[in-house]
């Protein structure tokens, strides 16, 4: 009998591994070609924006949005919201815990970004990145954060939304780390309301943990860490969008208030 039902579950753990393989490839070559539909859009728009830059903000935003819930949704992730979105031009601050925070954010709020400079030389990643204007920035050099600054003035005065991951990179997934302030310099000095948002997730019961499978550990590539998530059958996730936007004279002070908003509302990944 037990011989048998250890044949049994071995049986099912395999037919198991070639549905978990099997949903992997559909939605890869989904995300593919709405990846490929996503760089033709923006390119065909191109000129149109160049010609007419009032129009970049707008049109760059709606092909963002559009591109990153189709992927998010592709890939199964499945998304619940509390709260509102702010309205462009802003700046919003959040947890980071694994690149789904980039796509649920994007396709919410259509912002620019402000990231890692590695991230230019990724495959594929890379070019789309500086075709939907990221502001990279060089962590490892505290003078680049004078250049990026200004970079986030000029997209703000150019009407764009900026989202920023205050915690420096990804964060330790059981808190909130301590929010670095240098990048909330441009609000503080203007008086500029800043908007935060948290992320929390969640998978189904009988799945991996959300710490297993959706936080981003050091160390663990790209690829690998999408195909992880791409075999899933379902991730939960959940957006919360603050009240009401902060508002400081002092960065660090502006750091402490938003930090205290987003850590009590996070749901530490188990």
Known sequence: M????????EA???????VAQGR???????????????LMA???????????PRWE??????????CAMALVWVAGVRIRHAGEPPQRPFYLVSNHVTFLDILILAGYTGAVFVAKSEVQGWPVVGFLSRLFNVIFIRREDIRDTRRVNEAIRAALADGHGVAIFAEGGIGPGDHIERFKPSLLEPAAQAGYPVYWAVLNYDTPEGCPSPSEVVYWRKGVPFA?????????????????FGDQPSRANNRKQLAEELHREVSGRFKPLV
């Open 42 to 52: 923006r390119l065909v728009t191109l000129p149109v924006t160049l010609a007419i």
């Open 57 to 66: 903000a707008p049109v760059r935003a709606w092909i963002m949005q559009l």
């Open 2 to 9: 037990t011989e048998y039902q250890d044949s049994s579950q």
């Open 12 to 18: 099912r753990t395999k037919v198991a591994g070639i």
């Open 224 to 240: 690998r860490m999408m195909l992880g998530i791409l075999r899933m059958p379902r991730v939960h996730a959940e957006l919360i």
């Open 24 to 38: 992997m490839v559909i939605r890869l070559s989904v995300i593919t070609v709405l990846t490929f539909g996503g």
